[in-house]
């Protein structure tokens, strides 16, 4: 007869199952936390991509002591002006020559408002003042989610930024 000490320890089948349950439990309560977490980084990632277009087009104006524009890719759709992408031009117009292009990501909408609503471009003269425009906005949303961000461009070309409730 075997003492208990000799006895073999290991896992049951029982155990194994019931491990994978609340395995399965807690996989399937983290997963949509996960998914919104994901929408988060991907629209934190087009706002700065934005914001580094901005930044981009003033910081060459005054580099290049001229108008420098950043437009809209194909501003066709007035409800997604940005949507399709941007790019940073010496002669606004077209992106074939710009001095840097920058492609979306994803399925997010960028739609214009305030001063900018149907606007297609900015253009930002040697001083890094935008030329002509007052300030706006520009919404980002994504369509699966309520999350967005709402990036503000002021008349002396400054850019801030704020989470915005895209369905309210």
């Known amino acids: 007869m075997k003492s208990d000490s000799q006895r073999q ?9 019931i491990a994978l349950a609340i395995a399965g439990v807690l996989l399937g309560l983290a997963l949509p936390a996960w998914n919104g977490f994901i929408a988060q980084r991907t629209l934190t990632t087009q706002l700065n991509d934005f914001v580094l277009a901005v930044q981009y087009a003033r910081s060459e104006a005054g580099r290049q002591g001229a108008n420098v524009t950043l437009q809209a890719v194909d501003a066709s759709d ?6 399709p992408g941007w790019c940073v031009v010496l002669v606004a117009g077209n992106c074939n020559n ?26 930002f003269n040697s001083r890094g003042l935008l030329n002509g425009a007052a300030g706006g906005g520009i919404d980002l949303c994504n369509p699966d989610e309520d999350i967005g961000r709402r990036v503000t461009l002021s ?14």
């Open 98 to 123: 710009a001095l840097r292009t920058f492609a979306p990501l994803g399925d997010t909408t960028f739609d214009a408002t305030g001063a900018l609503d149907t606007v297609a471009a900015v253009t």
């Open 9 to 17: 320890r290991g896992i049951t089948l029982v155990e194994i199952l």
């Open 155 to 168: 008349a002396i070309g400054r850019v801030s930024s704020a989470e915005l409730d895209c369905n309210p």
């Open 78 to 83: 007035n409800g997604n002006e940005w949507g």
